[in-house]
């Protein structure tokens, strides 16, 4: 893996750097949790797309610059740096375009990507219901064949921004005689029509994006079955490989947090917590090293696999220990939210840790994570 960055890539680093510095929001926007600031940040995704960051390693026929994954990664190290908002079209470009890239067709390519990159369109990942968590395998939730496509029924909950975006993607049982693995489809799902209930589910920090939705013979027509009828088994684990390896959590998120942390421990030292403190940092940056040496294994045919999971531990763990740190440098003050004249940072640091506590669940509990590893990447028996 070469460490030094090409003459190109720096100059892509710049150009960024440039356009974000004077583009970037001078005043934060509100959470993208809520409705009035998911509103915001969908004016600053559309921003981004008109000047072609949005989706800066696609095609350019679908928004992007066909930049190398390489420069989206210094791309996204540019965007935090300069602490742009964060991304509410997420769930879509870096967990639902990898998997249409993978399995769609051209159409549906065509179709789909583009409003996605220009947020027209916003999708949510519609993965947990009632009793199927991190066991995906289980899902009840059904399709019935009707003519040109299928009519869907069941519940789907914890279904992140579901509150306010237009379609979800998730597993469906289309073979009623199926089990476990076997008889699933991958469907995207049009939440504005008869037949679909979306229930807001208010956080513990008070945002409301999270959804349950109700499914009550809601129409999928044919086009809208991604890889094939009775395949999404395959075609989920393009997508949840996307969630805990490369995409949803760039190193570049946890770098600008390590540094927060950093500027934290200077403005309120506590030797105690020096140890920690550097660990964090350390962290953050083993995390990017271990994404570049992921991205250059890709580059050369290679692929992130079970690897994933492992991934997916870490950064997730990494989160929890960075803001923990956060909170006790803080003392007492870490209770004080946004809108207190004492509040340190305007209270971000108990918001980022009730988030990062979320980070073991979300995308496959790490318990589950850690049986992956396990058994498929080290090998161990049963």
């Avoid at 809601?218 to 393009?238: C, Y």
Wanted: overall charge negative; aromatic content about 10%; hydrophobic content about 40%.
């Amino acid at each position: 893996m070469d460490l030094e960055f090409s003459d190109s890539e720096k100059r892509f680093r710049d150009e960024a750097r440039a356009w974000l510095e004077a583009n970037v929001p001078r005043t934060p926007l509100k959470s993208g949790d809520s409705r009035e600031g998911f509103a915001e940040h969908v004016v600053w995704e559309k921003k981004l797309h008109a000047a072609r960051w949005s989706v800066v390693s696609w095609p350019a026929k679908y928004g992007g610059r066909d930049a190398s994954l390489v420069e989206w990664l210094i791309f996204e190290e540019e965007y935090y740096r300069s602490g742009a908002p964060i991304r509410v079209t997420q769930n879509g470009i870096f967990l639902l375009a990898p998997t249409i890239f993978e399995f769609g067709t051209e159409e549906q390519k065509e179709r789909i990507l583009p409003a996605m990159s220009s947020a027209e369109r916003l999708w949510a990942q519609a993965w947990s219901e009632p009793e199927a968590g991190s066991d995906l395998a289980s899902v009840r939730s059904h399709a019935e064949r009707v003519d040109g496509g299928w009519k869907v029924y069941g519940q789907k909950t914890w279904t992140t921004r579901g509150a306010f975006c237009d379609g979800i993607y998730g597993l469906f049982r289309t073979d009623p005689n199926s089990e476990r693995h076997k008889g699933l489809t991958y469907l995207l799902v049009d939440l504005n029509q008869p037949g679909v209930t979306v229930r807001p589910v208010e956080r513990i920090d008070g945002d409301e994006s999270f959804a349950e939705v109700f499914l009550d013979g809601a129409f999928v027509p044919d086009t809208n079955v991604l890889g094939g009828v009775n395949q999404g088994w395959k075609v989920a684990m393009s997508t949840t490989s996307s969630e805990r390896g490369l995409s949803l959590r760039s190193p570049g998120r946890f770098m600008k947090a390590a540094d927060r942390l950093v500027d934290l421990y200077q403005r309120r030292p506590d030797p105690g917590l020096r140890d920690r403190v550097t660990r964090a940092w350390m962290d953050a940056q083993l995390y990017r090293l271990y994404t570049f040496q992921t991205v250059t294994r890709m580059i050369e045919g290679g692929e992130i696999g079970a690897d994933s999971s492992l991934n997916k531990i870490f950064w997730s763990e990494m989160d929890i220990r960075l803001t923990e740190t956060a909170l006790e440098l803080l003392g007492p003050d870490a209770e004080l939210l946004g809108g207190s004249p004492h509040a340190v940072d305007d209270g971000d640091w108990m918001l980022d840790f009730e988030f990062a506590l979320a980070g073991p669940i979300y995308a496959g509990t790490n318990e589950v994570q850690r049986n992956i590893v396990a058994g498929r990447v080290l090998d161990l028996p049963r």
